[in-house]
């Protein structure tokens, strides 16, 4: 069994007030090998999320001092940590607020442990490998001055690493290595859900647009995201004629 000492490569925070429900996650995850803690309050959340080192949160929506909304856009101000919200409510509406300001995924509080562990390998899913000598260096997209490198997970803007979701950096990936050509809205949706996400038609399109400020593209005179009305998304390289 994980414990609290391990690296952030093994800890998992819940922000929850349901300590009977934070303490079915953490006997959930223990056993596979996870190191779960607990923060039963808004900015006791904040506070543990922001100074310490973690896998991934998992956060609860209604919480006392706090709501997960702000709670959220406190971590994103200071983390790139996934984020995996858990709401009894799980309506669209809610479910969009949550990704426009920086999470990673949804999940209803009527889960099934098997969902929970699935969504959270998903949201976790890294690939922080370097290149050991003899092997080849990892393939990566440049577009411009953007740099997307899939085997590391990275992007990279005019030599500035750019801070991206799990999601973000799918869609990214995927639009670099189609760049010059269309990606449809339906097949980005494909390409996300067959990584567990929690990904719907809407979300699409918000998932896009917190990428676009990420890199600093305005919709209207696209200089990477071009949207091409009722076919999909197309990354382009700016520096083109």
Known sequence: MANASDTSAHRILVIDDD????????????PM????ELAHTGPD???????????????????????????LKRIRAKADVPVLMLTARGD?????????????????????TRELLARLRAVTRRQGRTVKPGEEAPEEFVV???RVVPDTRTAVLSDQPISLTPVEF???????????????REALLEECRDRNYDVFDRSIDVHISALRKKLGDDPKQPRFIRTYRGAGYMLINPDAP
Do not use: H, N
């Open 19 to 30: 300590r009977k429900l934070c303490r079915l996650i953490r006997d959930y995850l223990e």
């Open 33 to 36: 090998g996870y190191a779960v």
């Open 45 to 71: 959340g904040v506070e543990r999320a922001t100074t310490e080192p973690w896998q991934a949160v998992i956060l609860d929506v209604m919480l006392p001092g706090l709501d997960g909304f702000e709670v």
């Open 92 to 112: 669209e509406a809610d479910r969009i607020v949550g990704l426009e300001i920086g999470a990673d995924d949804y999940l209803p509080k009527t889960f099934s």
């Open 144 to 146: 411009g001055p953007l």
């Open 170 to 184: 799918d869609l990214l990936a995927s639009l670099a290595r189609a760049k010059g050509r269309v990606r449809s």
